[in-house]
């Protein structure tokens, strides 16, 4: 992603953020905004906020990283003002917390650009996530063993990923290789032949395929539909209604232009009038 002169700040949500007290967390005043949260909305927050500071927007946003339980654990206890989710809220988290859906994002499921296979059904999906199936050759591929990757605890894809593929009891089979990022599993999967992985569907490039699942390609229009079986929101949240010049910057993302930007950078937006 290009990114002309900053206006605004950017870093990187470390463990330090769950340390903070309540004393010493208080948010700056006047006019910045900050927000925190997961990996996967980060980029697009990011070009939300250098677009609206170009625009002339009123506030200083500041961009922090770290995970959709870290984005959401910092609006609960105030240390930024928007927490940044690509997961469902759970029951506790929901009743202490406004929720606003910014964009859907679709989770693609991918395999080395090499790879004859074109499809899956969510059972055979499942299979290979809980260790079932662990050679290619009962999906129509080789009989060589599946490199089965997935994202760390506390990912919000990875959490999406579970709640929308595997049943209750299920978990994702240990042997699995685990990586921090959705980067990194693209690349891992770019490099294996005989990898598969899953990413937020705005990361899919020509180094990888997405598969359909149940019959249905991800694409802006399957997953603000609903079609692609797995789409999940985008959430910013925050202890009680925002004002001020955190209200402007959400009118923004949510405005036409905001939304344009979320089209043009891979994701479904809200709304799909042109």
């Known amino acids: ?15 330090g953020l769950a340390a ?63 927490g940044m989710s690509s997961r469902a809220l759970d029951a506790e988290e929901a009743a202490e917390l406004q929720v606003v859906t910014v964009a859907r994002d679709g989770i693609a499921v991918i395999v080395h650009a090499t790879n004859p296979l074109r499809a899956l059904s969510l059972a055979q999906l499942r299979a290979i996530y809980t260790g079932q199936i662990r050679s290619w050759r009962p999906l129509g591929g080789a009989d060589v063993p599946i490199t089965v990757i ?17 049943t209750d009891g299920q978990s994702i089979d240990v042997r699995a290789l685990v990586t921090a990022y959705s980067g990194g599993l693209r690349k891992m999967v770019a490099e294996d032949p005989q990898a598969i992985g899953y990413v937020t569907f705005s990361q899919v490039d020509d180094r990888v395929r997405a598969l ?51 089209r043009d950078e891979g994701l479904a937006p809200v709304s799909l009038t042109p």
Do not use: K, N
């Open 212 to 262: 359909a699942i149940e019959g249905v390609v991800p694409s802006e229009v399957t997953i603000a539909s609903g079609q692609y079986r797995l789409q999940r929101p985008f959430l910013f949240v925050s202890r009680g209604e925002v004002t001020g010049a955190t209200r402007r910057f959400l009118d923004f993302v949510l405005s036409p232009r905001g939304q344009q930007i979320a």
């Open 1 to 15: 992603m290009r990114f002309g002169v900053r206006h605004f700040s950017l870093a990187v949500l470390v463990a």
């Open 150 to 166: 997935t994202r760390e605890d506390g990912s919000g894809t990875r959490d999406a990923f579970e709640h929308l593929v595997l």
């Open 20 to 82: 903070c007290s309540r004393s010493s967390s208080r948010l700056p005043t006047g006019t910045t905004v900050v927000l925190a949260g997961s990996t996967s909305v980060q980029p697009f927050a990011e070009r939300w906020a250098e677009v609206y500071a170009g625009a002339g927007g009123s506030s200083h946003v500041t961009v922090q990283a770290g995970g959709s339980t870290a984005g959401i654990r910092a609006a609960r206890e105030g240390t930024a003002q928007l």
